[in-house]
Structures are given as C-alpha cells and as structure tokens.
C-alpha cells in the first residue's frame, strides 16, 4: 500500500508541475504561427540559392579592343582613355606616357600618376608635370605633349607715395611816417 500511495503522490505531483509548466496545453494559434514564419523563412532562403546560383553563372566580362591610329597631324586636345578594367588588363604605359594632359583634374590624371608610381590624387599639377617630364626623358621620349604650367598672374599694388606741402608765411611790416 506503501508502494501504491507512493507512486499516487509521485503522479499527481508530477501532473502538477507539468500543467503549470504548460507542457500538456496546447496553443493552436501559437504553433499556425510559427509555421506560418517558418514557411515565409523557408521561402526566402529558397529565393536566396537562386540569387547566388544566378550570381555564379554571371558572364565573363566582355573583351575590350582598342584601336590606335597615328597621323602626322599637330597633336590635339584628346586624352587616351585606358580601360576601365585595369586589374585583369595591362596598361600601353608609353601610351599613357605620350598622350596629352590638361592642367588640373581627370581621370586620365589617375592612370598617368600610377604608371608614374606616384600618387594618384587625379590631380595633373606642378609634382605630375616634373614626374611626367622625367619619366619621358629618362625613356627616351619626347615632351612635346606634356602641358605647360597655367600663367601665373601676379598684382603689385603701389604704395601711394607721401606728398608733404609746405606753406610759408610772409609778413610784411609797413612803418608809418
């Protein structure tokens, strides 16, 4: 009877311990929900594979093909654009070094300060123009395209000069006879 008492409490204690834990009651609406969220989530990582799957098969970049032609023509204001993809390319660095630059910034400016191995602000100023020089000149080619400095203008501003006046007076003294 010792036994069966026993097992009697142990059962009923257990049953009220698991109801008020909620382990026997159940909510429908709860558990509709969850499932509701993992199918939504389920959906996106399905649509997730197949950005990435989309993204592996991507083409190849398409070639680039340049095209130079010389003629003995006075050089013009153009300025060679290199490629846009200068990673996977190598870059023409006598074409760089023999096209023709405008004073201040460019893209172009970039190219040229990276062949020059200097750095690469964009800016074409007075530190481009000596590198651009004495790279060309240390290859043996010439400088005709390189820009000359913009003019400088410079304002003196005159001093007025002092002017002093000097006032005399005279008196005249008249004796009466």
Not at 134 to 159: D, F, I, K, Q, Y
Request: charged share 20%.
């Amino acid at each position: 009877m010792k036994r069966t008492s026993t097992l009697l409490i142990f059962f009923l204690s257990s049953s009220v311990l698991f109801t008020s834990c909620g382990l026997f009651s159940s909510n429908d609406g709860e558990i509709e929900t969850l499932r509701s969220e993992v199918a939504l989530l389920t959906e996106d990582v399905v649509g997730l594979k197949a950005d990435v799957a989309a993204l592996s098969l991507s083409p190849a970049p398409a070639e680039t093909t340049t095209t130079t032609t010389t003629t003995s023509e006075a050089p013009s204001d153009s300025v060679v654009t290199p490629p846009e993809d200068l990673e996977n390319e190598t870059v023409d660095e006598e074409a760089v070094l023999l096209a023709t630059y405008e004073w201040g910034p460019s893209d172009e400016a970039v190219i040229l300060q990276e062949v020059l191995g200097i750095s690469a602000d964009g800016w074409y100023g007075g530190g481009t123009r000596s590198a651009h020089v004495a790279e060309l000149e240390a290859r043996g080619l010439s400088t005709e395209n390189v820009p000359s400095p913009p003019p400088t203008t410079t304002t003196t501003t005159e001093e007025p000069t002092e002017s002093t006046t000097t006032t005399s007076t005279t008196t005249t003294t008249t004796e009466a006879e």
